[in-house]
Nanobody
Framework: QVQLVESGGGLVQAGGSLRLSCTAS????????MGWYRQAPGKQRDMVAS???????NYAESVKGRFTISRDYAKNTVSLQMNSLKPEDTAVYCC?????????WGQGTQVTVSS
């Protein structure tokens, strides 16, 4: 069982930055795959960025060059640095941890980008 707690969401103007953090209840060194997903009202939940235990990263095309996923083993935290934010980035952002065959989700944090 892994509990995930997100923080760092909020309201920001277009062009601004936010940093989201996801803190896990266990050592993230033991988690195979962690990622950030987002869901806007009326839309499906999409992958934003992911990070494997071997440090391989993957980004949605819409955020490449603007968002960066990283991890801090000492803090059991995976972060998402979001720069050059756009109104279309507005969504609830959730953290996911996978230790096959199990997957765990955080409760989500709201990110709102005003134009």
């Amino acid at each position: 069982q892994v509990q995930l707690v997100e923080s760092g969401g909020g309201l920001v103007q277009a062009g601004g930055s936010l940093r989201l953090s996801c803190t896990a209840s266990k050592n993230i060194f033991t988690i195979d795959h962690m990622g950030w997903y987002r869901q806007a009202p009326g839309k499906q939940r999409d992958m934003v960025a992911s990070l494997t235990s071997s440090a391989s990263t993957n980004y949605a095309e819409s955020v490449k060059g603007r968002f960066t996923i990283s991890r801090d083993y000492a803090k059991n935290t995976v972060s998402l640095q979001m720069n050059s934010l756009k109104p279309e980035d507005t969504a609830v952002y959730c953290c996911k941890a996978e230790t096959p065959p199990y997957a765990y989700w955080g409760q989500g944090t709201q990110v709102t980008v005003s134009s």
